[in-house]
């Protein structure tokens, strides 16, 4: 079959590699019909990552245990790329009930068992029981995150399809909003949990090198009921999105310092607070502009060795911290109720929308989300 493959630093094309085939009562195959681009794919896909990374490990710039994540030497190519796709299952082993043959679904960008202690914590990410020795158990990045291969695909190996797998439910378009299997469950994570706690609150986000998480949490705070979002970019594509998906987009230019921006922003503070730019002084400042009792997230990869934070301050204000992968399985059914309604539209965060058999010259275009897309096999 055909499977989108990685080759190195701006080299995508298809590559022919074994089907996958059920090995055990409980997997399923599923057909992928939509595939998103995630923000994490522009570290491997644009950068000399390979040569960087244990470089910058050997120059104490960047954390050690960032080699645990995608292997040892890391993300080695050629792999399947890809880890957000809606699909339809195809095959089903015979101890699978919470879906059938035809089912579109989303597959989360992470394997998870549903049955181990992390899984139970509702912690998916970090299930202990995938099969594999790998850090996490993944999609799309090769054998570092245990080989399961790439979602841009036409099969995709589900190994336990009662707990991975989320039917989509009536009146959702899933070329909107493939993004689920990671982007769009881990912007939810941010905002949709801290607007239940504090209903109404403004949000204060950076975005940057997690381009489309920013975008999404601020469209799913303003859903969710925010009087505020704040939004605060350099990339005027990005701070027009955010204008149309309500929330008051804030420039911040590429050598401008981050506490300039103090006159632009509320006074009181935000009782929540996202940093989507990946960068450890927008973070800090985003913690720095928590209001008392308020909850910073951050969403992006921070890599460096020495992180400063402002403790003294989180101590002052109660906050808290909170950074971690996203357990996308756990929070996709949150996300349906919002699209459904169409408070939240992820369609509006698309930038560029091809044909599935185009997919390896737009997977190296730099826009903020690339969706690719071909017609399903069955249109019940
Ligand atoms: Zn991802
Ligand atoms: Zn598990």
């Known amino acids: 079959m055909q499977q989108l493959t990685f080759l190195g630093k701006n080299r995508v094309d298809w590559r022919e590699v074994a089907e996958p085939t059920l090995q055990s009562e409980r997997e399923a195959i599923v057909r992928p019909f939509v595939a998103a681009r995630c923000d994490g794919d522009s570290l491997f896909l644009f950068h000399n990552y390979r040569k960087a990374m244990p470089l910058g490990v050997n120059l104490h710039y960047l954390d050690p245990k960032v080699l645990d994540a995608f292997g040892n030497p890391p993300l080695q190519p050629p792999f399947g790329v890809g880890h957000e796709a809606i699909g339809e299952v195809t095959e089903i082993g015979s101890a699978v009930k919470n879906v059938k043959q035809g089912d579109v679904v989303v597959v989360p960008w992470a394997i998870s068992c549903g049955k181990c202690q992390p899984c139970y914590q509702q912690l998916p990410a970090n299930c202990s029981r995938n099969g594999k020795k790998t850090l996490i158990s993944a999609y799309g990045f090769g054998a570092g995150t245990g080989g399961f291969g790439g979602m841009v695909s036409d099969k995709i190996w589900i190994p336990f399809a009662d707990a991975m797998l989320v039917k989509i439910p009536e009146g959702i378009d899933p070329v909107h909003c493939a993004s689920l299997s990671d982007n769009i469950s881990d912007a939810y994570r941010s905002v949709g949990p801290q607007l239940d706690k504090f209903p109404e609150a403004p949000v204060l986000i950076f ?111 109660s906050a808290t911290l909170h950074v971690g992968i996203s357990h996308s399985r756990r929070d996709i059914p949150n996300v349906f109720p919002l699209i459904q309604s169409k408070k939240f539209q992820p369609e509006k965060i698309t930038t560029m929308l091809t044909d599935w058999s185009d997919a390896p010259k737009a997977y190296l275009e730099q826009t903020t989300k690339l969706v690719v897309f071909r017609e399903r096999l069955n249109q019940n």
Do not use: C, H
Request: no cysteine; aromatic share 8%; hydrophobic share 45%.
């Open 207 to 317: 975005g940057g090198n997690a381009k489309s998480i920013g975008l999404y949490a601020a469209a799913l705070a303003v859903a969710k009921g925010s009087v505020q979002v704040d939004y605060v970019d350099d990339n005027l594509e990005r701070l027009t999105i955010a204008a149309r998906v309500g929330a008051n987009p804030i420039e911040l230019r590429k050598r401008q310092k981050v506490d300039t921006l103090s006159g632009a922003l509320r006074k009181d503070g935000y009782p929540i607070a996202v940093d989507a730019s990946g960068s450890v002084s927008k973070l800090a400042f985003a913690i720095q502009n928590l209001a008392p009792g308020g909850t910073a997230t951050g969403v992006a990869f921070y890599v460096k060795k020495r992180n400063s934070l402002p403790l003294w301050e989180m101590y002052l204000k």
